[in-house]
């Protein structure tokens, strides 16, 4: 049973740029949240997608947006980014949105220059 | 305010000896608490997780206490390991009317030193 993937691992970007990370959920699970890790914090609650719909949202700008498909992955998309956008970003996915389990990915470890 | 604070930020022990790790909510209404194993550069690992009614739950070397009253959670390693070297996250799940938010401690990095 593969737990929750994302891709790439790592990723390079200058600002200004845009970027798109991908999430697989854990299989059976339907909720995915995404969330910014900054060195040395603990992760910061970007949002959560369920039945394809972004159902709660933290305290992030318009420039971060996501999806969550019918297959229940999703991706993140960050536009005009800046320096501080450099962070390990985070999926976890879960079966029941409210009251489930959160299993996390590995991440994706974004570097702005 | 819901914020979750844990102390130590950093810890540095030897290998075999016991620590204590400290996680202090304010989180409100609480539904359940846990913590996380985080090693570099991966995704957090779920070590225990403790309800209202919980005091105290083993996961091999590792002990949470939970204490509602105080809204104080603690996390005991025994025997340290090399491999124990990494952050440990407290996380707390309010319960909402429609969606349970979680709280994340900025975590304490353990270092075990043979």
């Known amino acids: 049973d593969a737990g929750v993937t994302q891709s790439p691992t790592h990723l390079i970007k200058t600002r200004g740029q845009q970027v798109t990370l991908r999430c697989s959920p854990k299989s059976g699970h339907d909720t995915v949240s995404w969330y910014q890790q900054a060195l040395g914090q603990g992760p910061q609650f970007i949002f959560q997608y369920y039945e394809e719909e972004e159902r709660q949202r933290g305290n992030f700008p318009d420039r971060f947006s996501g999806h969550q498909f019918p297959n229940y992955s999703s991706e993140l998309n960050v536009n005009a980014l800046l320096l501080g956008d450099s962070a390990l970003y985070l999926c976890?996915?879960?079966?029941?949105?409210?009251?489930?389990?959160?299993?996390f990915g590995p991440g994706t470890r974004l570097t702005v220059l | 305010k819901n914020q979750v604070e844990q102390s130590p930020q950093s810890l540095i022990i030897l290998e075999g000896k016991n620590c204590t790790l400290q996680c202090n909510y304010t989180v409100s209404p609480f539904s359940n608490l846990r913590w996380y194993k985080q090693d570099t550069g991966r995704g957090p690992v779920s070590l225990t997780i403790?309800?209202?009614?919980?005091n105290t739950k083993s996961n091999g070397r590792y002990t949470a206490t939970l204490d509602a009253d105080t809204k104080q959670s603690s996390l005991h390693i025994t025997a340290s390991q090399l491999s124990d070297s990494a952050s440990y996250i407290c996380?707390?799940?309010?319960?909402?009317?429609?969606?349970?938010?979680?709280?994340f401690g900025r975590g304490t990095q353990l270092t075990v030193w043979p």
């Open positions: 403790m309800t209202f009614s919980e």
């Open positions: 976890a996915s879960s079966l029941d949105r409210a009251m489930g389990e959160q299993f």
């Open positions: 996380v707390v799940r309010s319960r909402g009317s429609t969606l349970g938010r979680l709280y």
